[in-house]
Nanobody, 125 residues
Framework: QVQLVESGGGLVQAGGSLRLSCAAS????????MAWFRQGPGKEREFVSH????????YYADSVKGRFTISRDNAKNTVYLQMNSLKPEDTAVYYC??????????????????WGQGTQVTVSS
């Protein structure tokens, strides 16, 4: 059974940085895409970034490109999201998610069967 556990959220001032972690367990993830989504107050959950576990290729939403970096540590089975130059509009609950490769459009929530519990990120102005 796949289990995803996020950590690293918190309160930070605008312009600051945070690093989120997602510890994955339950299977070998070589055929998986690991993603980060977020859900701000009163908003729908939206795609932030993903990484292919096998080759480390990445993709970012335009809203975070150049500020956020996704990475993975194979030895620790952990995915990270380094968030720099944070803005108040980045305030949200951030979720780690996983799906098999070639299993649908990458930015659709419904294509991810595995989710973590979420971690709150609050950026003050």
């Amino acid at each position: 059974q796949v289990q995803l556990v996020e950590s690293g959220g918190g309160l930070v001032q605008a312009g600051g940085s945070l690093r989120l972690s997602c510890a994955a367990s339950g299977r070998t993830f070589n055929s998986y895409i690991m993603a980060w989504f977020r859900q701000g107050p009163g908003k729908e959950r939206e795609f932030v970034s993903h990484i292919h576990w096998s080759d480390g290729s990445t993709y970012y939403a335009d809203s975070v490109k150049g500020r956020f970096t996704i990475s993975r540590d194979n030895a620790k089975n952990t995915v990270y999201l380094q968030m720099n130059s944070l803005k108040p509009e980045d305030t949200a609950v951030y979720y780690c998610a996983a799906r098999l490769m070639y299993s649908g459009t990458y930015y659709l929530v419904r294509n991810y069967p595995y989710w973590g519990q979420g971690t709150q990120v609050t950026v003050s102005s």
